[in-house]
C-alpha cells in the first residue's frame, strides 16, 4: 500500500510504500527541506525536530542560519529544490536570468496538495512571480519514487532558464558513499564502475543528443563496506529521458551527498514567455536495505508493471530471427525468403528484414530518408514475403532509421533545410548520414506520415528502430535566436510523439529501440518501446558482462541477445553453437547468424536450444534475477539465477570462460528457490545430470548445498533447471 501523507496545515509531508519512507518539511523561514529517504518509519515517529515542535515552533523543522562568512544560509541548508541564489553554490534545482539582468532566485514553500496519489508542492521566488511545481509519488510495490519539477514564468517580461533539474535528492553526510554507474562505448557498453562520492563532484552525462553509449542515465550508491549484492543499503534511481542529460552526484559543503539530474545544461537554454510553463522528465529513484540484487529486481519490476508498453499485460518477446549478417545490404525477395523457410526449421516465431530494402540502398552512402520498397529488390513489393513468412507460423518485421538522412537521397535533394545544421557551416557526416531536425513539426509530421503508411499497407509486427550516430552541428535557424537551443527538449519530445502515435494508430505494433547497440536506452524511451538492442557487440563472452551491465539497471525482459556466427565479427572469437545460445538465452533470444552457412547439425542444435528456451522464457523474462557470481574478465566462471515470480520454476546458467588443469570450481550456489518446496532437477537442453547430484530435493537444499556442472575447457556452458513438484 502507498500512502501520501500531506495534511492541510502541515510542515512535513511524506510518502510511504514497500518498506520505504521519503519526508520533506517547511522549515520557520520557508524552505522545502529533504528530511529522510531510507528504510520504512513508524507513522508517528518525529521528522522535524522534536524540541521545536514541543516548544510550539512555527515549524518543527530546524531551519540554518549562517556558519561563517564563507557559508551564508542559503549555502548551507538543504532545500529539495533550491533555485540558484542566496549563495548557493552546490548544484541548483533551477537557474533562471531574469529579463533585467536578475539571477538570483529563491524558492520557497508556497502551498501543497494531494491529487489522487500525488502530491504537489509549490515553490515561489521570494519576489518575483516564477513558481515552480513539484510532483512526488511512490509506488505501492516497489516504494519507487517518481519525481518531476515544472517551472513558470507568471512575469510580463520573458525568463530564461539555463539549468533545470528534474529532482534534487539529498543523503545524510557520511565519508562511505560510494557511486556505482554505467558507462561504455560503442560495443563496450555497460561497463560496471564505482567510485566513492566525494566533494569532487561526478557527474554522469550526455551532450550527444540523445542517451549515448558513454553514460547511462541511471545511478546506485551504497555503503563502504555495508553494501554488497545481497544486503546493506542501496539508493539508485534513472531518469527517463532520451536526450542529452546531467546527473551530478557529490557532497555539498556539510558534506552531505546530493543527487541532481535533469536537462544537460550544455547549450542548453529555454527563454520562457509570458505565461509559458517548462517541464521536466520524470526521475524515477528507489530504495533497498538489501543490497544491490533487490535493488535491481525492485527496478525491473517497476518497470515491467509502469514503464514498458501494456505493463504488466505485454506479450513476451518472440524468438526473433534477424537477416543483416546472412545478406548485410544484399536484400532480395528470394533470398529472404530462402532465409526464412530456414528460420522457421528451427522454431523462430519472428523474420525480421534489416536494412537495404529501400530507396537506392546497395551501402550505407545512399538511400536513408527514401522510404519507398525498391522495386529491383522487391518487383512485388512486400507482401509477397510478408505472405510467405506469415505461412511459415512466424510474424514479419523491418530495419528502419528515420531520424536521419543521406545527402545522397531524394529527401536531402528537395529539402536540404530539414537537417541539423548552422548557416555557413559544415554539415558533419556520421555513417554518410545528417540528422533531421525532429524539433521542426514539419519533419516531425512527415516521419510519422510515411510509417504510418508503411505499417498500414504491409502486415507488419515489429519495427526495429534504428539511430546510427550522434548530433553534430545542433542549430534549428529557422526559429528566433533566443528559441534555438529549444532543440535539445522539442526533438525528443517529437520523436517520443511519432512513436506514441504509430502504437496508437496500430495497437498490435511492437517496437524495439537501437542505437547502434546500447546507446538510446533509459527509461524515456522504455515507455514506447517493447525491447531494445543491447549492444552490436555479440560475442557471448564479453555479452555476459555487457548483460549483467545492463541488468543492474534494466529489467531482462526488454534486453535482446543474438546467436551470431562463429568466429564473432567484433573479436574474431570461436566459440561453440551451444554456448552462444546459453549465453543469448539469458533475456529476450535472437538469432542473427548466416543461416545458409550453417550445416544440419547446426539446425539440430538451434531446434533444441530454441525449443527449450520456450519452457524457461516467462521465467526469464518475468522472473527475478539472481547474480550469483557476475562474470569478470579475472573470474573463470560466472553463474546466474532467473526464479519465477510464483517460485515454480528457476533456471541457472553455469559460465565457464577458461579452465585450467585439475580446476575443481567452487559450487554454485541457487538463490530465490521456496526453501520449503521440493524441486525436480534437470539438464536445460536434455543430457544426464552430473555425477552425483540428486533429482530431487528441498529448495532449501539447493540453496545450502549448491551444485556444479564439471565443465572444462574455454567458452562452456551448462543450465539446471529446477521444476516444482507438485
Same mark, same amino acid.
Request: proline fraction near 6%.
Given at each position: ?51 521545536? +515542535? ?16 564563507? $557559508? ?115 560495443? +563496450? ?31 546506485? /550508491? ?24 546531467? /546527473? ?106 534489416? $536494412? ?29 514475403? /510478408? ?71 504491409? $502486415? ?185 515470480? $510464483? ?45 552425483? /547430484? ?33
Amino acid at each position: 500500500m502507498a500512502e501520501v501523507t500531506a495534511p492541510a496545515g502541515a510542515t512535513v509531508f511524506r510518502l510511504d510504500g514497500a518498506g520505504v519512507t521519503y519526508a520533506m518539511g517547511v522549515d520557520d523561514k520557508g524552505y522545502l527541506q529533504p528530511l529522510y529517504w531510507g528504510a520504512s518509519l513508524a507513522a508517528d515517529d518525529p521528522l522535524g525536530t522534536a524540541e521545536f +515542535a514541543a516548544a510550539g515552533a512555527p515549524s518543527p523543522v530546524r531551519s540554518f542560519g549562517e556558519l561563517s562568512g564563507f $557559508d551564508p544560509a542559503g549555502s548551507v541548508t538543504p532545500q529539495e529544490y533550491p533555485g540558484q541564489g542566496e549563495g548557493m553554490v552546490s548544484e541548483p534545482g533551477v537557474k533562471a536570468v531574469f529579463a533585467d539582468g536578475n539571477r538570483d532566485l529563491v524558492l520557497k514553500y508556497r502551498s501543497h496538495r494531494i491529487d489522487g496519489e500525488t502530491l504537489i508542492v509549490d515553490l515561489a521566488d521570494i519576489r518575483r512571480p516564477l513558481t515552480v511545481e513539484l510532483r512526488y509519488t511512490i509506488d505501492a510495490d516497489t516504494g519507487i519514487i517518481a519525481r518531476s519539477a515544472s517551472v513558470r514564468n507568471g512575469d510580463a517580461r520573458p525568463v530564461r532558464i539555463d539549468q533545470i533539474a528534474a529532482a534534487v535528492f539529498t543523503l545524510p553526510v557520511a565519508d562511505d558513499y560510494r557511486l556505482h554507474y554505467l558507462t561504455g562505448r560503442h560495443a +563496450a557498453e555497460w561497463t560496471k564502475k564505482d567510485v566513492a562520492i566525494t566533494p569532487a563532484l561526478t557527474v554522469l552525462e550526455s551532450r550527444r543528443g540523445s542517451t549515448g553509449h558513454g553514460n547511462n542515465p541511471w545511478f546506485a /550508491i551504497g555503503r563502504d563496506g555495508l553494501t554488497s549484492e545481497e544486503s546493506g543499503p542501496v539508493w539508485y534511481g534513472a531518469l527517463a529521458w532520451s536526450g542529452s542529460f546531467r /546527473i551530478s552526484i557529490g557532497q555539498d559543503n556539510l558534506g552531505r551527498v546530493r543527487i541532481a539530474g535533469g536537462y544537460n545544461s550544455y547549450d542548453f537554454s529555454w527563454t520562457l514567455q509570458p505565461g509559458e510553463t517548462l517541464e521536466t522528465p520524470v526521475f524515477y529513484a528507489g530504495y533497498s536495505e538489501a543490497g544491490m540484487g533487490d535493488a535491481s529486481r525492485r527496478f525491473h519490476h517497476f518497470q515491467m508493471a509502469h514503464i514498458i508498453p501494456d505493463g504488466a499485460e505485454a506479450k513476451l518477446r518472440p524468438v526473433l530471427y534477424n537477416s543483416w549478417e546472412a545478406t548485410a545490404f544484399d536484400v532480395t525477395e528470394l533470398g529472404q525468403k530462402a532465409l526464412a523457410e530456414k528460420a522457421a526449421r528451427i522454431g523462430v516465431e519472428r523474420f525480421v528484414v534489416d $536494412d537495404g530494402w529501400f530507396g537506392a540502398r546497395n551501402g550505407d552512402a545512399a538511400g536513408l530518408g527514401d522510404w519507398t520498397v525498391n522495386p529491383a529488390k522487391f518487383p512485388n513489393g512486400l507482401k509477397p514475403l /510478408i505472405e510467405r513468412v506469415k505461412a511459415l507460423g512466424m510474424d514479419f518485421g523491418l530495419w528502419v532509421e528515420p531520424e536521419v538522412v543521406n545527402v545522397d537521397s531524394d529527401l536531402y535533394r528537395a529539402y536540404p533545410d530539414w537537417v541539423l545544421n548552422y548557416p555557413d557551416r559544415p554539415r558533419t557526416e556520421g555513417r554518410n548520414q545528417l540528422v533531421l531536425n525532429l524539433a521542426r513539426d514539419d519533419v516531425r509530421d512527415h516521419l510519422l506520415d510515411w510509417l504510418d503508411r508503411l505499417v498500414s499497407e504491409n $502486415d507488419i509486427a515489429f519495427l526495429k528502430w534504428d539511430y546510427n550516430r550522434n548530433w553534430t552541428e545542433a542549430g534549428w535557424p529557422e526559429v528566433p535566436v533566443q528559441d534555438q537551443q529549444r532543440v535539445y527538449v522539442r526533438y525528443v519530445r517529437n520523436l517520443y510523439h511519432i512513436l506514441a502515435e504509430l502504437r496508437r494508430r496500430h495497437p498490435g505494433l511492437e517496437i524495439e529501440a537501437c542505437s547502434g547497440g546500447g546507446g538510446r536506452i533509459d527509461l524515456g524511451i522504455l515507455a514506447y518501446s517493447d525491447q531494445v538492442w543491447t549492444s552490436d557487440n555479440t560475442d557471448p563472452a564479453e555479452r555476459l558482462m555487457i548483460q549483467d551491465g545492463f541488468t543492474q539497471a534494466y529489467a531482462p525482459a526488454v534486453m535482446m541477445a543474438w546467436v551470431t556466427d562463429s568466429p564473432n565479427w567484433a573479436n574474431a572469437r570461436v566459440t561453440s553453437l551451444d554456448y552462444r545460445f546459453l549465453s543469448s538465452m539469458q533475456g529476450g533470444l535472437g538469432i542473427g547468424a548466416n543461416l545458409d552457412h550453417w550445416q544440419e547439425e547446426d539446425f539440430a542444435t538451434a531446434a533444441k536450444w530454441v525449443a527449450a528456451y520456450k519452457t524457461i522464457r516467462q521465467t526469464v523474462q518475468r522472473g527475478r534475477l539472481y547474480r550469483i557470481e557476475p562474470p569478470r574478465r579475472d573470474s573463470a566462471t560466472s553463474a546466474t539465477m532467473y526464479v519465477a515470480q $510464483d517460485g515454480r520454476q528457476g533456471v541457472m546458467f553455469q559460465m565457464l570462460h577458461s579452465s585450467m588443469w585439475r580446476d575443481d570450481p567452487a559450487a554454485k550456489h541457487p538463490r530465490g528457490l521456496d526453501p520449503a518446496r521440493v524441486y525436480c532437477l534437470s539438464m536445460l537442453g536434455g543430457g544426464a545430470l552430473p555425477e552425483g /547430484i540428486p533429482q530431487q530435493a528441498s529448495g532449501a537444499f539447493w540453496m545450502w548445498k549448491g551444485l556444479n556442472a564439471p565443465l572444462k575447457g574455454d567458452f562452456a556452458g551448462a543450465a539446471f533447471l529446477f521444476d516444482a513438484v507438485d
